[in-house]
């Protein structure tokens, strides 16, 4: 099975940057698409971004868009996340997800992080 940890995360003004990142572990990382969910307090979980195996499709929420960009590292078996111009309406607890085929099929992932908490202030 594949083990997902998240890091990054933590507390920045509006306007603001993070790098999230997400560490997975075991030989089931190879060929799947990876993704990012966030979810605010009070709120269901949500899309975020999902990338494909080898990276050549990136998806966003609207959003998101023009804000966030999600990459890979395949060699380090790594997923980030660079979300600039963060907005307090970003705050929640974020989340990566390996899916179970090389593209991001909607509700089709396999496996989750731990989260971790975004805090965008005013």
């Known amino acids: 099975q594949v083990q997902l940890v998240e890091s990054g995360g933590g507390l920045v003004r509006a306007g603001g940057s993070l790098r999230l990142s997400c560490a997975a572990s075991g030989v089931a990382f190879s060929r799947r698409a990876m993704g990012w969910f966030r979810q605010a307090p009070g709120k269901e979980r949500e899309f975020v971004s999902s990338?494909?195996?080898?990276?050549?499709?990136?998806d966003y929420a609207d959003s998101v868009r023009g804000r966030f960009t999600i990459s890979r590292d395949n060699a380090e078996n790594t997923v980030y996340l660079e979300m600039n111009s963060l907005k307090p309406e970003d705050t929640g607890v974020y989340y990566c997800a390996a899916y179970r085929r090389p593209t991001p099929v909607p509700h089709e992932y396999d496996y989750w992080g731990q989260g971790t908490q975004v805090t965008v202030s005013s």
């Open positions: 990338i494909t195996w080898m990276g050549g499709q990136r």
